[in-house]
Antibody
Framework: QVQVMEFGGDVVQPGGSLRLSCVTS????????MHWVRQSPGKGLQWVSF????????SYADSLKGRVTVSRDNSQNTLYLHMYNLRPEDTAVYFCARDGGDKTYSFDSWGQGTLVTVSS | QSALTQPASVSGSPRQSITISCTGT?????????VSWYQQHPRKAPKLIIS???KRPSGVSNRFSGSKSGNTAYLTVSGLQAEDEADYYCCSYAGSDTWVFGTGTKLTVL
């Protein structure tokens, strides 16, 4: 079955950097577009980033542009989120989600998330 | 990329029906047939329950249905059950490979 698991969450000081990983199994990773979505404590969901199946198109939420970069390694079935110049408001659980495909533009499989805490 | 507007909370008794609204703009909800809905229980990952405005993924109960009128999408849950108590989020494609979520609605089953 489809499995998505995020790793790399940590406590980071303001201005610091972090790389999150999303390891997948149970489907042909290289055939699917992927996303990152985050959820601040007690708050709602916020779409963060999109990466096309071949890694050649990417997009970001305006609030994170210039401070995050998404990448993937299709040979390792893994998606990454590189985060820079972190701010306290970036504190959140970061979810990796598979795009539903077939032009559904939805998120059909999610990991359990990894917690990033930005604090001095 | 302003969040779509949802009511903060809705409630209903078992076996009743409730509807959650999701209001966006002509640049997102009203522009595409690409609103999806997600159910999230406490401390769990979100689960897709509706895609493309009204399509139910395999395995999702037919008590969940989606619709849309203009810039507002709706999720209806019929025959409420205790297990439906959760947070619900809408999400719309907003063009140029961007997406926007709703503010979220807490459903309480009385």
């Amino acid at each position: 079955q489809v499995q998505v698991m995020e790793f790399g969450g940590d406590v980071v000081q303001p201005g610091g950097s972090l790389r999150l990983s999303c390891v997948t199994s149970g489907f042909t990773f290289g055939d699917y577009n992927m996303h990152w979505v985050r959820q601040s404590p007690g708050k709602g969901l916020q779409w963060v980033s999109f990466l096309r199946w071949d890694g050649r198109e990417e997009s970001y939420a305006d609030s994170l542009k210039g401070r995050v970069t998404v990448s993937r390694d299709n040979s390792q079935n893994t998606l990454y989120l590189h985060m820079y110049n972190l701010r306290p408001e970036d504190t959140a659980v970061y979810f990796c989600a598979r795009d539903g495909g077939d032009k559904t533009y939805s998120f059909d499989s999610w990991g359990q998330g990894t917690l990033v805490t930005v604090s001095s | 990329q302003s969040a779509l507007t949802q009511p903060a909370s809705v409630s209903g008794s078992p076996r009743q029906s409730i509807t959650i609204s999701c209001t966006g703009t002509s640049r997102d909800v009203g522009a595409y047939r690409l609103v999806s809905w997600y159910q999230q229980h406490p401390r769990k990952a979100p689960k897709l329950i509706i895609s493309e405005d009204r399509k139910r993924p395999s395995g999702v109960s037919n008590r969940f249905s989606g619709s849309k009128s203009g810039n507002t999408a709706y999720l209806t849950v019929s025959g409420l059950q205790a297990e439906d108590e959760a947070d619900y989020y809408c999400c719309s494609y907003a063009g140029s490979d961007t997406w926007v979520f709703g503010t979220g609605t807490k459903l309480t089953v009385l």
